[in-house]
Every structure is written in C-alpha cells, then in structure tokens.
C-alpha cells in the first residue's frame, strides 16, 4: 500500500516497525460541543484507512484521544456554572453517539488529557532534564524551541523564516521566553481554571504535550501513522515531534496523514467561523451513511465543498448499493436454482475483477473515490446480471462481494429489516406517553431507536410527524 506522508512529501510504500501490526494514533476532537461534519472527516477518512488495513491482514492498535481540558471547555463550564467535566464528559457521550451512527469503530483506545497528567508531568521533567525545555519565572514551562534541530521538518518551515513571524506561537508571558519560537508545556492555573500540582505551578498542560505522552503510553515509542486534519501539520504535529523526539531519541512516527478540509461556500468549515453543521443536524435530514458516502467520494487529500446537491447526489449513489443489495437478496430468497450453471460460473470468476481493482484504488493513498467507483461497477454488473432466473449461487456470490467491499468502506448496504409503520406508531404512543410522565429519558431513548431505523420525528403544533429518511 502506498501512503502520501507529509513528512517526504511524496507517496511511499507502507511498511510497519512491527511485521503484521499497525500503530496508529489520530488527533481527536476537543469536546465542548457537538462535533460538525468537519470533525467528521478525520474521523470517517481514517476509520476506513484502520478497515482496509484490517482487511489486508493487519491488527491496527488505533490510539484517538479527547482533548477534554482546554479554554473554550472550561468557559463553557463557567458558562453553565457546572464543573468542565460535566461538559467534556457529556460531549464525549455525544461524539461517540455520533461516532456510532456514522459507523466508525471505536478506538482500541480513546485516552482523554486529564487522565494523562502524570505522563505529562513526566515527559515534561525529561525535557527539562535533558535542556530541551525551561521554567520561566511565573512557572510557566516552555520547549526550548531551537534545541531541536529538526524543528520544521512537517511543516516544511524554516527557523529563521518562523522567527517572530508566526503570531499563533506567541502566547501570554511573551517576554519571559527566551525566543519567540518556543511553545509552551505547562502553564500556571488561572482564576476558575482546573489546574494539577506540579513541581513547576500549580496549573496544567499545553495543548500539544498530550499527544506525544498518549502516543508513547498506548502504542510506544515509536508509531506507524500519525493522523489529523492539515490544520495540525503545524504548529500541533510540529510540536508533537520536537516533544517526542527530544524526549525519546527516537523517530515519533513513520507516516503523517493530513486530511484536508471540508469547506462550505469554499471557506474552512470551522466553529469559530459559525459556518458549520453538526452531524447531529445532518442526521435529522439524511441516514448519517449517506454522510460517510458522501466523505469518501473525495480522496482525503482533497479539499470537499459541501452542498445540498452533493449529499443529495451522495443519497443517490447510497441508496443505488442499497437496494442493489435488497434486489439480490430478494431473488436469492425466490428462485428455485441452487448451483451455478457453466455461463454463470465464469460471471463469478469475474467478481474478482471488481475487488482487483478496488483493492488496487485503495492501496493508492486510500483512493476511496475511485474504491466507491469499482463497487459501483460491481453493482451494474450486478442489476445486468441477476435475473429471476439466476442460481442463488451467483446471487449469493455478487451480494456478498457488495456488501463486502462496502463494508471495508464502513458502509452498510444491507438493512434489517424496516419497521412497520403501526410499529412505528406504537413507538411514537409511547414516546407520548413517557414525556407526560416526565420520563423524558425513555422519550428520548425511543426517538433515538427510531432515528437509528431511519425514521425521524418532528414535534409539531398539530402532534408529531414522522417521515422515513429513505
Ligand atoms: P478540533 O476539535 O478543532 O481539534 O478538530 C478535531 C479534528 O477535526 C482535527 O483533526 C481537525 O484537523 C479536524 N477538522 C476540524 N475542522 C475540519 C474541517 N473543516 N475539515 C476537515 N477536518 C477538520
Ligand atoms: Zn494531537
């Protein structure tokens, strides 16, 4: 397989440190709110990177965290006069809610910051220690920038070209370091902040130190693939190297991976811009496999525009696989041939073909576009070849080849069976009945039932209304 890294700037044959393992740690959300479709990408793209990789044989250690200390949790826990971990522990609930529906697996591990701190502190001390970092008069510790010789080698940025240049590494306490380059490890605590003792000040940690320490304890030293969005290369992947390599002696990570963005009206989807989506909004209006289709029709390095004609374009191409998938399971369960016959033999020799060249679509850089291509035409080789009077061994073989290749894309193409609509009318009576009684955590247990089942409420003056997403 081949795989673009950041760090050469070119595609290279993936090799892991570890015969049949892959390492892999991915730059998680901060979790004060709802994740937007933005977030989503990382997490589909990458999710689908750790599938093929499992179908190719390999046991991927997949390492994600959640940033759940960080400014904007701890003014939205003032805000709400809750402690921050009331807010990173209920969206961090929610995230893998959406996570779920968006089918992406969970991670063998999902380490959150402030169960690190000890970590922290220690690989903090050993920079010190070793002259890679300082603390200032205020307790502030800061990396010792220019101590690292190959500070620049992801960002592709030179020293002297980032010298007082860039302003997102000037922080508060500016005058205290000893160049402008240098970031910061640990800070003093603020009034109303949540803070750690340390031998240093009582206060708690930079952003980038988290990664480097959670990448060591879960997968070691020294890692396959580290992953994100571009908007990480630098000054956050930068930093996590110069931290990690400083700290270890040893290189952090073989592969970089960098999603690009996902853009509306060609701007950066971004919460601080308040142009954004949440996925939970999308999953009022579309199956959220609609979404994950929609992420995989870009090649991950190119930058995606989201529109209402492209997800509805991507609804199409879903629900094409889909009910190919019903037809095939329908003549399965009606035609009276078992075996195949001579001609229809060589039909299925030709599945292979289809996997060929998705195989092959994947192995360049995750070509998923062209991936979603080859099923596709699997598919039309599937609607012109499956007729009523087809062996349920070709019909069988195509099915599975199908759902198969969709699920190393993390798609499911083969639906339980729908509820009926008294079903859904007893649910919703229920649903009823539980909000007058105040029980309002079954009332939302049963509109999540439904909305997992494709079918979506909308309370309206005139009672409620529902309507099935496809
Ligand atoms: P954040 O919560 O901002 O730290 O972002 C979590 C992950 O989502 C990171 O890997 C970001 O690079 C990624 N991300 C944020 N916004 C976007 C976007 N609009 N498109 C693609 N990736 C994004
Ligand atoms: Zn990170």
Redesign the pocket.
């Known amino acids: 397989m081949q795989i673009y890294n950041t760090l050469s700037k070119r595609k290279e044959e993936f090799v892991p440190i570890e015969p049949g393992k892959v390492r892999m740690y991915?730059?998680?959300?901060?979790v004060y709110n709802l994740i937007?479709i933005?977030?989503a990408?990382?997490m589909i793209v990458f999710d689908t990177c750790r599938r093929y990789m499992e179908h190719k044989g390999y046991e991927v250690n997949y390492v994600s965290n959640f940033?759940d200390v960080d400014d904007k949790i701890i003014k939205k826990a003032n805000e709400e006069g809750v402690d921050p971990s009331v807010i990173s522990e209920r969206y961090i609930a929610e995230c893998k809610k959406d996570m779920s529906h968006m089918n992406v697996k969970p991670a063998t591990t999902h380490p959150k910051a402030t169960e690190e701190i000890d970590g922290m502190l220690q690989m903090i001390q050993t920079l010190i220690d070793k002259g890679h970092a300082y603390v200032a008069k205020d307790g502030t510790v800061y990396f010792r920038t220019r101590s690292f010789k190959e500070y620049g080698k992801l960002s592709h940025k030179n020293l002297d070209d980032l010298q007082g240049g860039n302003r997102s590494l000037l922080v508060s306490g500016e005058d205290q370091k000893e160049d402008s380059l240098d970031f910061v490890l640990w800070k003093p605590k603020k009034e109303g902040e949540p803070y750690w003792e340390s031998p240093w000040c009582n206060g708690r940690p930079g952003w980038h130190i988290e990664c480097s320490v959670m990448s060591k304890k879960y997968l070691g030293e020294e890692i396959d693939i580290h992953a994100?969005?571009?908007?990480?290369v630098f000054p956050h992947h930068e930093n996590e190297i110069a931290q990690s390599e400083a700290a270890n002696g040893k290189t952090f990570a073989k592969y970089w991976m960098h999603?690009?963005?996902?853009?509306i009206d060609n701007k950066?989807?971004?919460?601080s811009l308040g142009n954004f989506f949440t996925v939970r909004d999308i999953s009022e209006k579309y199956d959220l496999q609609v979404l994950r289709f929609f992420m995989l029709s870009a090649h991950y390095r190119s930058p995606l525009n989201f529109s209402a004609e492209l997800m509805e374009a991507a609804k199409n191409g879903y629900e094409r696989i889909v009910s190919c998938v019903e037809n095939l399971k329908y003549l399965e369960q009606n035609t009276t041939l078992s075996s195949a016959t001579k001609e229809e033999e060589e039909l299925i020799a030709r599945i292979q073909s289809f996997e060929e060249k998705f195989d092959a679509a994947m192995d360049d850089d995750l070509n998923t576009a062209d991936a979603l291509s080859a099923i596709f035409e699997l598919v039309k080789f599937a609607n012109t070849n499956a007729k009523a009077e087809s062996s349920k061994e070709l019909l069988q073989a195509l099915r599975e080849k199908i759902v198969e290749l969709s699920d190393i894309c993390g798609l499911i193409v083969e639906k339980d069976a729908e509820l009926l609509d008294s079903e859904v009318e007893a649910l919703i009576e229920e649903r009823t009945m539980a909000r007058k009684n105040k029980d309002f955590a079954r009332a939302d247990a049963i509109r999540q039932e439904l909305l997992d089942k494709g079918i979506v409420l909308e309370d309206t003056r005139e009672g409620v209304k529902w309507h099935r997403n496809f």
């Open positions: 991915v730059c998680g959300p901060t937007h933005g977030n990408r990382p940033t994100g969005g571009e908007d990480l999603n690009a963005f996902l853009n950066k989807m971004s919460k």
